[in-house]
T-cell receptor, first 116, second 115 residues
Framework: AQKITQTQPGMFVQEKEAVTLDCTYD???????LFWYKQPSSGEMIFLIY??????QNATEGRYSLNFQKARKSANLVISASQLGDSAMYFC?????????????FGPGTSLSVIP | DAGVTQSPTHLIKTRGQQVTLRCSPI?????VSWYQQVLGQGPQFIFQ???????GRGNFPDRFSARQFPNYSSELNVNALLLGDSALYLC??????????????FGPGTRLTVL
């Protein structure tokens, strides 16, 4: 069975500092994709970044980067130069490639608060 | 281009009633997935529809059903509502590639409260 673990229920970061949100996963699939989503208090899930299991380089999207360590089954999100608007829930998620349908498994989330 | 839209935004029902939630995907997206997000938890997969056919179902009772229309919009129906059905219901659309990112784009959700 696939599972996502996020061990940090809440995190605080000073504005303009970098922060790392932890994510570990469990899967027996050889091919899979890892995602990070942001969910502000409004409720909408916003796609941030994607890492494929066979991608050799860590994914980056603007201020977001994904620290992918396949052997350790971890996919930590790094946010550089934090902004007040980064305060939100962050979800790590995974999609296996063996199934013929598009099921995404989400972790429990980490609440990030950016302090001015 | 318009994003994923959902209606209604909020809904209050009583136990035993039935509810229908609606979703319109991004133009060009043929896959629609439904998720239930209980307060304080991550979203849980309910259904995926692609080309009007159910492609996947999560671990939810038969009280939950859905369908997809020729224009790729979708409805989620929940019968015999229970207090535990109170949640944010999220709809997501994608182009449905089995490889590559195939990121899902989410709508704003429908917040259902069952009294």
């Amino acid at each position: 069975a696939q599972k996502i673990t996020q061990t940090q229920p809440g995190m605080f970061v000073q504005e303009k500092e970098a922060v790392t949100l932890d994510c570990t996963y469990d899967t027996s699939d050889q091919s899979y994709g890892l995602f990070w989503y942001k969910q502000p208090s409004s409720g909408e899930m916003i796609f941030l970044i994607y890492q494929g299991s066979y991608d050799e380089q860590n994914a980056t999207e603007g201020r977001y980067s994904l620290n992918f360590q396949k052997a350790r089954k971890s996919a930590n999100l790094v946010i550089s130069a934090s902004q007040l608007g980064d305060s939100a829930m962050y979800f790590c998620a995974m999609r296996g490639m063996k199934t013929s349908y598009d099921k995404v498994i989400f972790g429990p989330g980490t609440s990030l608060s950016v302090i001015p | 281009d318009a994003g994923v839209t959902q209606s209604p935004t909020h809904l209050i029902k009583t136990r035993g009633q039935q509810v229908t939630l609606r979703c319109s995907p991004i133009s060009g997206h043929k896959s629609v997935s439904w998720y239930q997000q209980v307060l304080g938890q991550g979203p849980q997969f309910i259904f995926q529809y692609y080309e009007k056919e159910e492609r996947g179902r999560g671990n939810f009772p038969d009280r939950f059903s859905a369908r997809q229309f020729p224009n790729y919009s979708s409805e989620l129906n929940v019968n015999a509502l229970l207090l535990g059905d109170s949640a944010l219901y999220l709809c997501a659309s994608s182009v449905m590639r089995l490889t590559g990112p195939n990121e899902q784009f989410f709508g704003p959700g429908t917040r259902l409260t069952v009294l």
